[in-house]
């Protein structure tokens, strides 16, 4: 923490509170534990201010592409790209910060189901009453295709219970649903919910997350100094904490 918090004073060591900035931070909910933590520990260390907000990756790229203002997005790599084409964050700005794999979370204290190969998934799958997921996130979709490919599609379709993004795990928390099937990442620092593990490696894949700087950046040097921040070695332990593997 003391390393971390050295190397943002030595970003913006120039900084006087009479200067402290606010600059605004749109983020997809995959990395949320982390990129809120790293955020919150930029704030302490530089005495600027981070106005932090939310929202599944394809809805914050529909607000940017409506016009909406803001100095930094974590977004999917996919998705930056795609705003730097079209000229909404600078082009070469993006910044990759890590990735992780789908996980399964339970109600803290349930019984936890095996998943440790495609059968046992599968089963624990099929077993369950509902099974919750992120109806828009790149982890939701991702999951639905893996019941086409496993071949229980169709014998799922009534146990599926699409969520909004922000409330994918807490569905489970309030029992309203026998497990999730999410980016790992997103479990975190989630409270009433125990984590399983990671869906068998057979079927995992990795969603990556990684920040721009928005071409309308009102502080063009506190957000590139956020982005340096964002992605230095020294951030690589609270990364690791909150399920992200550092890139």
Do not use: W
Not at 166 to 188: F, K, L, Q
Not at 194 to 215: M, N, R, Y
Not at 226 to 237: D, E
């Amino acid at each position: 923490m003391k390393i971390l918090f050295a190397f943002a004073t030595a970003l913006l060591v120039s900084v006087s509170a009479a200067q402290a900035a606010e600059i605004k931070v749109l983020s997809g909910n995959g990395a949320k534990a982390a990129v809120r933590e790293l955020c919150t520990q930029f704030e302490r260390a530089t005495g600027n201010t981070i106005n932090l907000h939310f929202e599944v990756n394809a809805d914050l790229k529909k607000k940017i592409e409506a016009g909406e203002s803001f100095d930094v997005a974590v977004l999917n790599p996919p998705v930056i790209d795609a705003l730097a084409k079209e000229g909404k964050i600078v082009a070469g700005s993006r910044a990759d910060i890590g990735r992780a794999g789908l996980g399964v979370a339970v109600r803290k204290g349930a019984p936890k189901p095996d998943i440790s190969s495609v059968d046992a998934f599968k089963r624990a799958l099929l077993i369950a009453h509902a099974v919750a997921y992120p109806g828009k996130g790149a982890s939701g979709i991702y999951f639905v295709s893996l019941l086409d490919r496993m071949g229980i599609k169709a014998k799922m379709q009534d146990k599926l219970k699409p969520m909004a993004a922000e409330d994918s795990v807490e569905v489970v928390a309030r029992g309203e649903a026998d497990m999730v099937v999410v980016v790992a990442t997103r479990i975190s620092d989630v409270p009433g919910v125990d984590v399983v593990g990671p869906i068998p490696e057979e079927l995992q894949t990795k969603i990556g997350f990684a920040a721009g700087l928005g071409s309308a950046a009102k502080d063009v040097a506190t957000a590139q100094a956020l982005i340096r921040f964002l992605t230095a070695p020294a951030a690589a332990p609270t990364l690791r904490a909150k399920g992200v593997d550092p890139i």
